[in-house]
């Protein structure tokens, strides 16, 4: 069997946002070697293929969140030894941001543990924007729920991406998160998407869901229209005190294939290698890349868990060959 690549995503044209679950299924579950095959062509026909950008990413404001998404350990219902401490300082993110630029990374992304943005903390979250956006970085936040004009004033701001991922499948989302629904997340995306801000949009894998919701997930993301110009897949980092902390591993080849089947229904899409990556071999990250994995997050620490070092990145990128957007 070889996996036929439908002419809508062959073209340049529009991408389908009309995708049934019963076609993403067959894309995903395909021999592994025909999946890689039409991921890779699919990434050359609209990507540069060995080209990755590096991003990085920042806690702005750690732990206290009311919300309990299970696999997060900045929720203040766990007990994870997490400290919360408050917003950061512009100067102090500006610094950061600086140290992310010279250290490569191109995209610099801002996270605060809320469940929502509040008015009281709009001036110096743009602020923020203003500043890592005056040292030509591409900027992306992910505040939480955004309510009405919100999206605006990032957007005024000089806001490039926000971040809101839907997490997993549409069943087993009530299993990872009772404190915020589905459709508050839609309703988020429906508002950065309206302010004309890019949207960046994916979910997290190996917390305990079968392929079914892998594959509900991505077909959910490839429905939205138009696509999210970024789409991270996430990798579960078990943390200790949190409900998820004990899920069973996931194979490493179900990870690519979810890449590989984002890379193909969301063809426009960066897909990217997001958290996750400090538990996986180099041979296992340049199989996302091969399917089509067009960026990774760079530093130390991603928000608050662990990342490979800029090292151990700098030698991947050496070995595989890669180039930096």
Known sequence: MTLSLPDTIRASGTPRSDWSREEVKAIHDAPFADLMHAAGEIHRLHHRAGEVQKSQL???????CPEDCGYCNQSAKFDTGLKASRLMDTDTV???ARAAKAGGATRFCMGAAWRSLKTRDEPKICEMIEGVKALGLETCMTLGMLGKGQAER???????YYNHNLDTSPEYYEKIIT????EDRIETLDRVRGAGIKVCCGGIIGMGEGAEDRIGLLTELARLDPHPESVPINHLVPVSGTPLSGSAPLDGLDFVRAIATAR???PLSVVRLSAGREGMSRELQALCILAGAGS???????LT????????DAQMFETLGLEAR
């Open 58 to 64: 920042l806690s702005i404001k750690t732990g206290g």
């Open 94 to 96: 500006l610094e950061k």
């Open 154 to 160: 990032l957007k005024e701001a000089g806001l490039d």
């Open 179 to 182: 404190t915020r629904t589905w």
């Open 264 to 266: 193909i229904i969301m």
């Open 296 to 302: 990774i997050f760079v530093g130390e620490e991603l």
């Open 305 to 312: 868990t662990p990342n490979p070092s800029l090292t151990r």
